[in-house]
Nanobody
């Protein structure tokens, strides 16, 4: 069982930055691929970024490439999403997710590939 707690959301002006954190419980954090998803009102949950267990490979949705960076600190059981050059269209609830992928180089990108989810943190970007 893995419990995830996100933090770091808030209100920021367009062009600004935020850093989201997701703290995970458990002793096998490095066996889990981690992902960030977002959901805007009236829209489906969207994959934003994912990173493999060792942190060696990451994948991003095209709309955030060059602006967002996902990273993880396995010693702290924490994954981060650094968001720069934020745009109003980045406004959404951001969710952290964990999917068991021990020894795998694959970075899951679909919601049903993740077993554990955090409660979400609101990010609002004003124009």
């Amino acid at each position: 069982q893995v419990q995830l707690v996100e933090s770091g959301g808030g209100l920021v002006q367009a062009g600004g930055s935020l850093r989201l954190s997701c703290a995970a419980s458990g002793r096998t954090f490095s066996s889990y691929a981690m992902g960030w998803f977002r959901q805007a009102p009236g829209k489906e949950r969207e994959f934003v970024a994912g990173i493999m267990g060792s942190g060696g490979r990451a994948y991003y949705v095209d709309s955030v490439k060059g602006r967002f960076t996902i990273s993880r600190d396995n010693a702290k059981n924490t994954v981060y999403l650094q968001m720069n050059s934020l745009k109003p269209e980045d406004t959404a609830v951001y969710y952290c997710a964990a999917g068991y992928r021990s020894g795998s180089y694959y970075v899951p990108r679909l919601p049903n590939e993740y077993s554990y989810w955090g409660q979400g943190t609101q990010v609002t970007v004003s124009s």
